[in-house]
């Protein structure tokens, strides 16, 4: 289940009839508009609230690093430059994350802003403030003052995006940056429970459990006394509007990291890779950033509305991260009271529900629109179902206080040592990450960090009835009780998003993971050497050997065709070694024929409403281990005659859908012109002029979903999630990292750091991460200083 593309905030505005009136535009004159707002990069700038000068160099790749005498100067800074390269970008990130969309977008968007005003944190914020850091509240002030500063500095000479649109950017509160709705969309596997739901109530449970196998494989079964009927996806009505707002689109799950201790390092000091997988975007959803002062000097990136970095290194500790898949939520089934809505039931009694009514400003209403917010025991009411009594309440890690996606950041930041990084790894709620490091000392290690819940007698694979309080959470595991390890026999930690659980491992963290292909072949690199250089990184994290590409490689030599005219094709593909470059022509016939595959498998199965859960990367696994070993249960009463007849009509169907997307001449066909990215900006939507001047692409892209350098894509095989940002550490000498980001660090279109580190990526080439003040001067560009002033 995916969002829809982050141009549903133009597409809304335009069919609202919202936005302004304007003369034509053309590609030149809206680059022009932009390059007339570009924001002041160089010399000085007199800005109230400072204490002392601040000093930022930007590099030639457009990071900034910034340099002050005090924390809230720096903090103060970061917040300033992140809005002079992104203030459209995080103003409506902000609006999103606290229910603020309808305000810009009218009546339709009231769904989104309910759903995120049903995850705002309502508890004590002096605990929530205190989770993150002890100093989180005082470096929120300082950041969200910095976004301000830079707002009043402009004016008027707001970004284009604000001019075309007709509106102002909002004003921040040290609040505005504990929204949730960045981490819910990582906590995706309540959706799963309504999805395999519905599977259930269509196929029935031993057949659910055939097509959709847990991982470890566990016999699940729906709660006795639950009628699974009317539970399904609908429930979701207000999510899936909110994950539809700009920064919430989402590519392919999944991310790599790894770290080899010294002992397998040309340096001898451990190395450090990271490449964290989210939505193509533009701007990116990765802000890069350095943070010097006293106390302070950190690198790396992280969101653009928040302060710190959440991923990279400071003097002493490197790390990165990949999403565990922790499950971190339950839907509860909660039974209504007929007479009364607004109660359920708790045992043998009726229970009101904690009612709070927000008004939400509507653009185009005179008045603000009142909605009501519903509340259980166990948390928000998403949904509810009046005809059969029901209410479906979301109980969720990122309720607790410190739940707000990547702020426990600013602890990890200041981290000593690996054991001192681990610790603050207590702090890490949401969303569930698989934090591995290193230190300058030698070590490496690896905690899946997440705010983890406590079930005893149940699973959490199906929505529960909540009255009788029989399926509640029995609190969360220590921290010290995660799966773990530190300075391992292999010499080397590991993680992507497969199952991490160790052999007798005693608490249920998950039963659903991301394919384990990535992680084999990252495996399968770090096992064939004996010494490692900061090149054997760069060329694991851009590896394209897809391991479903291999089997069906061998699959199509077993199987009779029946068809002379398909043999050509049959040995293109035969003779194929995996290796999904954007050159290959045997990759074109492997990525159709993979989702022919997929679509045939599960369609004779399930109902055309369930395919979009099985019919999946997740679903592959379970593809390919039915067509290597067939058997009754998948093919009938003759496994072998019924899988070659899937594999032929299959392929057949892929040879001619590949002919119908390349036409031409087939010695041309290539995975790259099949398989393309395009960054496509929010304001493409308005028209082609737009598209043109916005949008960065197509260019061809390699890989897929399976393949480390990660490349998942839609039906249509546009390029949607992937890494953008990587990171290559060596801890012997800082200054040696490198780092990759894509397009550019600016959202500003016309700025010089809009689209230049684009033809970097794409060549599968990294810019230096500069750390020492030495080197940092090396490659600056641009100076600026902002100067204290007085209101």
């Known amino acids: ?101 309808a305000e810009v977008l009218g009546k339709k968007s009231l769904e989104t802003d309910r759903f995120a005003r049903l995850l705002k944190y309502r508890g004590d914020p002096d605990a929530e403030w205190a989770a993150y850091a002890p100093d989180a509240h005082q470096i929120a002030i300082a950041f969200t003052r910095g976004i301000n500063a830079y707002i009043d500095s402009i004016g008027n000479r707001l970004p284009i995006e604000f001019q075309l649109l007709g509106i102002r950017p909002k004003k921040w509160r040290p609040e505005d940056c504990l929204g949730r709705m960045s981490g819910i969309i990582m906590s995706r596997n309540f959706s799963n429970e309504l999805a395999r739901a519905q599977l259930v109530a269509a196929v029935g449970i031993e057949k659910a459990r055939l097509i959709a196998p847990t991982d470890p494989p566990r016999d699940y079964t729906p709660v006795p006394d639950l009628d699974l009927t009317g539970i399904d996806r609908s429930i979701l009505t207000g999510y899936n509007a909110a994950i539809q707002a700009p920064q919430f689109k989402l590519g392919g799950d999944g991310s790599n990291n790894w770290a080899v201790e010294g002992t397998l390092s040309a340096s001898g000091k451990p190395l450090m890779a990271s490449d964290p997988h989210r939505a193509i975007a533009l701007p990116s959803l990765r802000y890069l950033v350095h943070l010097n002062a006293p106390g302070w000097n950190v690198i790396g990136s992280g969101e653009p509305g928040l302060p710190g970095v959440a991923i990279g290194h400071n003097e002493r500790v490197a790390w990165g991260f990949t999403i565990v898949g922790t499950d971190q939520a339950d839907l509860y089934v909660e039974e209504t009271n007929p007479l009364d809505a607004t109660e359920y039931r708790v045992g043998d009694r009726w229970e009101k529900m904690k009612i709070v009514r927000e008004r939400v400003a509507v653009r185009g209403e005179e008045q603000p629109t009142e909605i009501e917010l519903r509340f259980t025991r166990h948390g928000p009411v998403i949904f509810e179902n009046a005809k059969r009594h029901r209410a479906y309440a979301l109980k969720w890690a990122g309720s ?164 002379r005219e398909l043999q050509p094709y049959v040995e293109l593909l035969a003779g194929w070694d995996g290796v999904l470059s954007a050159d290959s022509r045997a990759g074109v016939l492997y990525g159709i024929w993979l989702q022919e595959l997929l679509d045939g498998f599960y369609h004779s199965e399930v109902p055309a409403r369930l395919l979009d859960f099985l019919a999946t990367p997740n679903g592959v696994p379970v593809l390919l281990a039915a067509l290597e ?65 916005f949008n960065l692409g197509p260019v061809p892209r390699g890989g897929d979903a399976f393949t480390p350098n990660a490349a998942s894509h839609n039906l249509k095989f546009e390029h949607t999630g992937g890494a953008t940002y990587r990171h290559i550490l060596d801890l012997a000498d800082w200054d040696r990292g490198l780092a990759t980001s894509a397009p550019g660090q600016s959202g500003q279109l016309g700025s010089p750091h809009y689209d230049d580190l684009l033809p970097l990526w794409q060549k599968g080439e990294y810019f230096p991460l500069a ?12 100076r600026l200083i902002l100067i204290p002033a007085e209101r």
Request: charged fraction near 25%.
């Open 1 to 101: 289940m995916k969002p829809r593309p982050r141009a549903f905030l133009l597409v809304l505005l335009t069919c609202a009839g919202m936005l302004p009136a304007r003369a034509a535009e053309t590609p030149e004159s809206l680059r022009k508009k932009g390059s007339a707002v570009l924001t002041q990069l160089e010399g000085q700038i007199k800005v109230p609230g400072l204490k002392e000068p601040v000093e930022i160099l930007r590099d030639c790749w457009g990071i900034p690093h910034i340099y002050a005498h005090n924390a809230d100067d720096l903090f103060f800074a970061q917040g300033f430059v992140a809005a002079q390269d992104r203030l459209f970008q995080i103003d409506l990130w902000r609006r999103v994350g606290l229910g603020e969309t």
């Open 400 to 563: 607790e206080p410190g739940g707000a996606a990547y702020l426990a950041s600013l602890a990890l930041d200041r981290a000593k040592d690996g054991r001192d990084f681990a610790a603050a790894l207590k702090r890490w709620k949401v969303p569930s990450e698989n934090m591995v490091y290193a230190d300058v000392d030698g070590n490496i290690g690896w905690v899946a960090a997440a705010l983890t819940p406590v079930r005893k007698g149940w699973d959490g694979l199906l929505p529960v009835p909540g009255a009788k309080g029989v399926y509640e959470w029995q609190g969360f595991l220590p921290r010290e009780e995660l799966p773990q390890s530190q300075n391992p026999s292999s010499h080397y930690v590991a993680t992507a998003n497969q199952n991490i659980l160790p052999a007798g491992y005693h608490a249920e963290i998950s039963y659903e993971w991301s394919p384990p292909y990535r992680f084999a072949r990252i495996k399968e690199c770090l096992e064939a050497k004996k010494r490692f250089t900061l090149e054997d990184f760069q060329s694991i994290q851009h590896d394209i050997t897809t391991l479903p590409g291999r089997t069906l490689a061998r699959l199509i030599k077993i199987v009779d065709m029946q068809d």
């Open 629 to 693: 070993k067939p058997n009754a249960a998948w093919f009938g009463e003759k496994p072998r005659e019924g899988r070659d007849r899937l594999l032929r009509t299959t392929f057949r169907k892929a040879v001619n859908r590949a002919r119908k997307l390349l036409p031409g001449d087939e010695k041309e066909w290539s995975w790259g012109r099949l398989h393309t990215t395009t960054f496509r900006h929010p304001l493409a939507s308005l028209g082609p002029a737009y598209a043109k001047a």
């Open 771 to 782: 750390f020492s003040r030495a080197r940092v001067e090396k490659v600056a560009r641009h």
